[in-house]
């Protein structure tokens, strides 16, 4: 048989050898996986990595594996920092919940994962654009909405600071009436919209988790941001400041029955949010 005529034989047999090899690759990946999840429990996050990495290796489709590598290597980034290696870190692990977005867009842990590591070095744009990403697979997600209204107040917190500053203005929370004309009308320019909106997504919030005491605590908080907006009208003012005084006790009382509610314990077999039994 002479070169020409063995090249078909030769490559038979070649799949046939790949079969098996795809086979053990994958069970090594899993492997691996389990052993990273066992260290990654125990809290010895640098072992856990290396074994999810190999485990990717292995096996570049398994999603789980690279959705397990994201969040150990999240474990090292440290919130709020933004230091050329903190922020290496995190776009390390965005990269890796990329990944298992393109393969699959409605990942919901990557989704959140990133959306969770671009608010820790502050890119607060990027961490709200990725929330609304969960919210288009899960309109109702309330952690997803509660956190686009905290980026929201936050900005708009930043931005009345600034505004005040300046002028000798010490936020007072309740709309800070004193403040000249030309003030009022650059916060209404600034925090329009973003008291609009962290309004929108705050209430859709505590719409799906009726319980959700710290979205309520922002309620509060962004009606007192909507005060300043609302500077030019006493009486709107005046509403406003009433309803974030409201939220404020609202929040307060469903934290105490939260608070119960743990102190309690479970009792028996109960469902998590995820319908996993505990």
């Not at 300043?228 to 307060?252: F, L, P, R």
């Amino acid at each position: 048989m002479n070169r020409l005529a063995r090249l078909p034989v030769v490559a038979a047999a070649l799949v046939a050898m790949m079969v098996p090899m795809i086979g053990c690759n994958k069970l090594i990946a899993r492997d691996h996986l389990n052993k990273g999840v066992e260290a990654f429990k125990a809290g010895k996050i640098e072992a856990a990595i290396n074994q999810f990495q190999q485990a990717t290796q292995q096996d570049p489709q398994l999603a789980v594996a690279k959705n397990y590598l994201a969040a150990a290597l999240s474990q090292n980034v440290v919130q709020g920092l933004t230091t050329p290696d903190n922020v290496k870190t995190a776009m390390d692990a965005i990269g890796i919940y990329k990944q298992v977005v393109a393969a699959n867009p409605n990942d919901v842990v990557s989704l959140k994962g990133i959306a969770a590591l671009y608010f820790s070095i502050k890119k607060m744009q990027e961490a709200e654009d990725w929330q609304k990403k969960v919210l288009q697979v899960d309109p109702k997600d309330p952690e997803a909405a509660y956190t686009i209204g905290v980026i929201d107040w936050t900005q708009a917190h930043e931005n009345a600071l600034k505004i005040f500053s300046p002028e000798g203005i010490t936020d007072d929370g309740k709309g800070n009436v004193k403040m000249k004309k030309n003030v009022c009308e650059a916060i209404k320019a600034q925090n329009g919209p973003l008291v609009e909106e962290g309004l929108k997504y705050l209430n859709q919030a505590v719409a799906n988790r009726p319980n959700y005491d710290d979205a309520m605590s922002y309620v509060n908080l962004i009606y007192r941001r909507k005060a300043d907006v609302d500077c030019g009208n006493a009486n709107d003012v005046a509403a406003d400041v009433k309803q974030a005084d409201d939220w404020a006790a609202k929040a307060m009382g469903i934290r105490k029955e939260n608070e119960a509610k743990k102190d309690k314990g479970p009792q028996g077999i109960t469902m998590d949010a995820n319908g996993n039994m505990q």
